[in-house]
């Protein structure tokens, strides 16, 4: 009689270590994607990283779609941090366009970036904390991103897929609600802030589990392309703001932070400081934005921003513009523009081609976190499991983002 | 004291005096010096301007590729956008390749970051990049056929009148 046996792979049996897939689906990884694993023990000795599990077509999707509509489309890149991605591709729009804003428009823009770089650093810094088993902090700085969302609703009427502003400025100007918002987390944020950094910042047993953790050195940083708070860790000053001011960073004084051994709590120290940083630009711009004319909230570009609900029905012109803006009949001029901004992780990048039509002929995002998530296996080698996880929070992975 | 003036015009004269007849099509659309080149000179000229003392493009923007149906035999362009962040000067290089046989060579030996980039472009455009190290699709599954991204697969059933290529300014 025919034996029946379990049949296993070949040189199974010899084979030394362990597979161990991390993701796609597991809590730790704060997103959908996947890491097989190599493991010998508890150590990591090879990793293998599977993403595109929510790719949505983004690119191509932007071929069929009149300018004004791919803003949303932008929001759910980096989903952290929409507004930045919002205003860095109106400011591309404008680039291409020729269009100059007015200058109370570039701060309002700052503030809502600069509140949208907050909302994202504190989400990266405090679950950076839940994964090396603090909890705390997350809940406690979780009220004032609500505070954030509420002033983005104030403006836009949503919280997080915000297809804030248009092409040319906002939607509508700030409210008085707006500012008495901005004016309570200017007062109580920085006591938050400082007391989350008091819990962590010299914690013996974060500083333990973040301290040479997911290193990466200067020259490799740069090699893969780091771009923002990950490269600035690793002592490399580049950020967009100051590389290629855009709205009115030119005119804002500030600082950035570097870091030096590029590990996760140098990540963790750079996303603090830029914190502190962000509330000082914000602080800057309301002081500027006082001295505008406080009507202004939006360029005078008919052909791109809705006019007034009642001009449409009693004004011939914003009647025809409105009809064209809203069946997508605008033809923009061709030209070929790379414009970028430096998004929440890193250097958020437009290429935008068009050819005359009503449509990009071909739109790229250039997506900071899909160019740096594939050092991730070179960051992990040799590590342990659980460093490897507090390693992928404290990079700011957004699946949204490096999906598309 | 090379780089203290690099400027446009300096790194098209660098460029020219290296590769007199291959480096072309010089344009400066919003300020950011754009160049192309015959496929196979990718590789020579993107060494050329990482290691040149004075050029130092040594940061991989960002690499992608546009497909052009109508240019015969140059149907697919593959993007480097390139930056020297010492002097803060971009510059966007493009090579035409025929879609017939795409095959450019890979700039992984020179940049990390082109790894991903590069299958990103494949899955997508079908780029063929001659000597990457594991050039499968990165964001569509495995048993896609076809790159979506060429011109010839379009978006929304053309069939469709409310949203054909007329309305948007296509014929």
């Known amino acids: ?404 | 004291m090379l780089s203290m003036g690099l400027n446009n015009a300096y790194i098209q004269q660098r460029l020219t005096d290296k590769f007199p007849d291959q480096v072309t099509g010089f344009e400066e659309p919003f300020g950011l010096l754009g160049f192309s080149a015959p496929a196979v000179m990718n590789l020579k000229i993107i060494q050329f301007l990482y290691e040149d003392e004075g050029l130092k493009f040594r940061f991989l923007t960002d690499l992608t590729a546009v497909h052009y149906p109508g240019k015969q035999d140059a149907e697919l362009a593959v993007v480097y956008l390139l930056h020297n962040l010492v002097d803060n000067i971009r510059i966007r290089f493009k090579v035409y390749t025929g879609i017939g046989k795409p095959d450019i060579f890979t700039a992984t030996k020179i940049f990390a970051a082109a790894n991903w980039m590069e299958r990103e472009t494949y899955d997508f455009f079908g780029i063929n990049f001659v000597g990457h190290p594991n050039l499968v699709r990165i964001l569509n599954v495995d048993e896609m056929d076809y790159f979506p991204m060429r011109k010839q697969y379009p978006l929304e059933d053309q069939g469709r009148t409310d949203k054909d290529d007329e309305m948007f300014g296509r014929s």
């Open chain 1, 1 to 404: 009689m025919e034996e029946h046996h379990i049949r296993l792979k070949q040189d199974s049996l010899q084979k030394e270590t362990t597979t161990l897939n991390l993701g796609p689906t597991h809590p730790a990884t704060h997103g959908v994607f996947q890491n097989v694993l190599e493991m010998d023990g508890e150590r990591i000795v090879g990793a293998t990283s599977t993403i595109g599990y929510i790719h949505r077509a983004f690119e191509k999707l932007s071929e069929r779609r009149p300018y004004y509509q791919i803003t949303p489309i932008t929001d759910r890149l980096n989903y952290c941090s929409s507004p930045i991605n919002n205003i860095g591709w109106h400011l591309t729009m404008e680039k291409l366009l020729g269009l100059k804003v007015p200058r109370r428009v570039d701060y309002m823009r700052v503030i809502i970036m600069e509140l949208a770089r907050i909302s994202d650093h504190l989400i990266c810094n405090s679950v950076v904390g839940v994964d090396s088993g603090a909890y705390t902090g997350f809940l406690y700085v979780m009220q004032y991103r609500e505070l954030i969302y509420e002033i983005y609703e104030e403006i836009c009427g949503s919280r997080l897929t915000t297809n804030i502003g248009r092409i040319g400025g906002f939607e509508r100007n700030f409210n008085d609600k707006v500012f008495s918002k901005l004016d309570r987390f200017q007062k109580e944020y920085p006591g938050v802030q400082q007391e989350f950094e008091n819990l962590f910042t010299h914690n013996r047993i974060f500083m333990d589990r973040t301290i040479g953790v997911g290193a990466i050195s200067a020259e490799r940083a740069l090699n893969y392309s780091f771009t923002g708070p990950n490269l600035r860790a690793a002592g490399v000053d580049y950020d967009v703001r100051v590389a290629e001011p855009y709205c009115a960073y030119g005119e804002l004084d500030f600082q950035i932070p570097v870091g030096k051994t590029g590990d996760c709590y140098d990540r963790f120290l750079v996303r603090n400081e830029e914190i502190w940083q962000s509330l000082s630009m914000i602080r800057q711009a309301r002081e500027k934005m006082e001295k505008e004319p406080p009507e202004v909230f939006h360029a005078d570009a008919p052909a791109y921003y809705l006019a007034p609900k009642e001009d449409v029905y009693t004004k011939m012109e914003a009647l025809i513009y409105h009809f064209k803006i809203v069946m997508g009949e605008i033809d923009a001029p061709a030209g070929e523009v790379y414009h970028c901004v430096e998004g929440a992780n890193g250097e958020l990048g437009y290429y935008l081609i068009s050819d005359g039509g009503r449509t990009p002929y071909r739109l790229h995002f250039r997506r900071p976190c899909f160019i740096y998530y594939q050092a991730y296996p070179e960051l992990i080698h040799g590590a342990l499991l659980s460093d490897a996880v507090i390693c992928m929070s404290s990079l700011n992975l957004i699946a949204g983002e490096m999906d598309a």
